[in-house]
């Protein structure tokens, strides 16, 4: 049975800001994800990436949707990888949240 994972990451770095680094950690996914024979194919469509993932005989899809203060990822585990789904958000969480940290001194 699919699994569905959504996780909702907020930040203050404004829709704009926020897209060019999801753009720019989509490239770096394949360096978490076991195998040789890793596909990560995206796209945009407005503020909505669209993302298929193929590795070890497995396929996840999904979106992320940028906002001004958050950034929405649900994607559909397979069966096989629903087994994971704990530690796949729990990655996803991580990573995410790191790619969208605030790194402005602060001024105080």
Known sequence: M????????????????AKRRMQGGIGRLKDHIPGDAV???SSWE????????????QEVTGYIDVMDTKVRLEFTLP???ALFAGTIEGLLKDKGTELLEDKTPNKG
């Not at 569905?4 to 829709?15: D, K, M, R, S």
């Open 2 to 17: 699919n699994r569905p994972i959504v996780i909702n990451l907020p930040h203050n770095l404004g829709a704009e800001e």
């Open 46 to 57: 407005g503020d909505r990436m669209h993302l298929d993932v193929r590795a070890l005989g």
């Open 39 to 41: 596909d990560v194919r």
């Open 79 to 81: 069966a096989f990888l």
